[in-house]
Structures are given as structure tokens and as C-alpha cells.
């Protein structure tokens, strides 16, 4: 897991790889940041999945990215279906045969309340089987498509409130308590090191990212940063050079401890 803190876009494309369209697939991309991660990626002059269950917002997006002139397509997914993400990947390898980038970013809070004596063990069920197994459920399904890119590049979506570190420090910005959504992005972290660990002897580079506090529907609209603002970190990630990081956690602001 080592490596430089270097991400910088080189020429709109992974280093390594110019002159070649890239393709990425973004899971929960019909809306948010995650559309934002697509519009950035596509801006670059990459053919971007657009993964999404609800197939009219799905298409809806994928208009919205082609009238700005990108090369979008929609693709099927549910990360919580386990036939999802292998009909994903049999209808990238068709389309691109393929996959340079996963940003892995579809997530739920798990709904309230998740104060630990009150939270529905339901609550916290859903949040791990959105936020974790369907991380694990995508990941390995387009692994064998990332393996035939030059440069492979995965992209997890996580939070700062998964940090234990900042949990646990006095006085740090931890968000609300909560026993389902934060807890699933600590684990979604150590899935993270975990895959790092597994494929470190491959140019496959894997790292966990914190968008911010971003307006999204996940926070009532809460936040303070556009959903523009929270892709910068991921699209940065998903153009690190071959010899970025890899098994770390970052935002805009650097790396977050675990």
C-alpha cells in the first residue's frame, strides 16, 4: 500500500493510457455525486456507465450527459441484487469489452433513528448490504474487465464518519450517532485495505474517498458543498498515474486516518 499522495489528471487521462478513450462504470450515478463523478469523467472525453436501478432516472441521466456531449450509456444495476452486477459486466464487455474505472458509489443512510438503543437491527442490515457487500458484489463482478485495463482503477465512496480515528478524537466533526450508516462506511474501509492487501501485486489501485458534507438527497439536502464539490476527490482518484496510492482514505483536504 505504498505510493505517492500525487493525483494529478495528466491530459485528461490516466497516465500511462493517452491517446485510448477510457471507460468507467459509477454505480448510483443518475443523480448526486455520483452523477457529478460521471459528468467529470465523461468531461475528460471518457465513455461513462451510468449504473442505476431506476431505469428512468437512469435514462434521464444518461440524455442529460449526452446532451453535454458525453459519451454516456445506461447500465441495469442494483448493488443489492446479486444478478446485478454480472449483468453489468456481461453488458460492459459487450459494449467496451472493458472497464479502466469503478467508482463504487451507490449508498443509503439506513433511515432513523441509529442512535444504538433505539436503531432496528433492520436498519443496520440494509445500510451494510448497500454500502459493503454491494461494494463487494460489483467489485468482483468487473474485476476480470478491470483486469484488462493498462492502468485499473477502483474508487470507493466512503465518509469521514467512518474514521474510528476522528470518532474517537475529542472535539472532531463526527456527524450524528449512529449505529448503521457510519459503522457501514468503517467497514466499507476495511474492505478497502482488504482488496488493497489482496492486489497488491497487481496494477490494480483501490482507495476509499470522503466527499464532504454534499447537498444530496441521502442528507435531506443538508450539506454545505455542491454535488460538484464532492467529485472532485473521487474523479481525482480515478485518474491517479501508476504510481498513486493505493489502500488509503482521502479527501479534498488529504489523506483521513482510519
Do not use: H
Request: net charge negative; aromatic share 4%; glycine share 12%.
Amino acid at each position: 500500500m505504498s505510493g505517492t499522495n500525487e493525483t494529478n489528471i495528466v491530459d485528461g487521462q490516466v497516465d500511462g493510457q493517452a491517446g485510448e478513450q477510457k471507460v468507467a462504470l459509477v454505480t448510483g450515478a443518475n443523480k448526486g455525486i455520483g452523477y457529478e463523478i460521471a459528468a467529470g469523467l465523461g468531461a475528460l472525453g471518457w465513455k461513462i456507465g451510468v449504473g442505476a436501478r431506476d431505469e428512468a432516472r437512469r435514462e434521464a441521466a444518461v440524455a442529460k450527459l449526452r446532451a453535454a456531449g458525453i459519451d454516456a450509456f445506461g447500465v441495469p444495476l442494483d448493488v443489492t441484487d446479486d444478478a446485478g452486477p454480472t449483468a453489468a459486466a456481461r453488458l460492459i464487455e459487450q459494449r467496451t469489452g472493458r472497464l479502466d474505472v469503478l467508482v463504487n458509489n451507490a449508498g443509503i443512510t439506513g433511515g432513523g433513528p441509529q442512535e444504538p438503543t433505539r436503531v432496528d437491527p433492520d436498519r443496520v442490515r440494509a445500510a451494510v448490504e448497500t454500502n459493503v457487500i454491494g461494494v463487494i458484489r460489483v467489485t468482483n463482478a468487473l474485476l476480470p474487465l478491470l483486469r484488462r485495463s493498462p492502468s485499473p482503477r477502483i474508487v470507493n465512496v466512503s465518509s469521514s464518519v467512518g474514521s474510528l480515528t476522528l470518532q474517537t478524537t475529542p472535539g472532531a466533526e463526527t456527524g450524528p450517532i449512529s449505529a448503521a450508516y457510519a459503522p457501514s462506511k468503517t467497514f466499507l474501509n476495511a474492505v478497502t485495505v482488504q482488496y488493497a492487501k489482496e492486489l497488491a501485486d497487481t496494477n490494480i489501485l483501490i482507495n476509499a474517498v470522503c466527499p464532504g458534507y454534499t447537498a444530496t438527497d441521502l442528507n435531506a439536502f443538508q450539506g454545505v458543498r455542491t454535488p460538484r464539490q464532492g467529485a472532485v476527490s473521487a474523479i481525482r482518484l480515478a485518474t491517479v498515474p501508476d504510481d498513486g496510492p493505493t489502500g488509503r482514505f482521502f479527501s479534498d483536504e488529504g489523506e483521513i486516518p482510519w
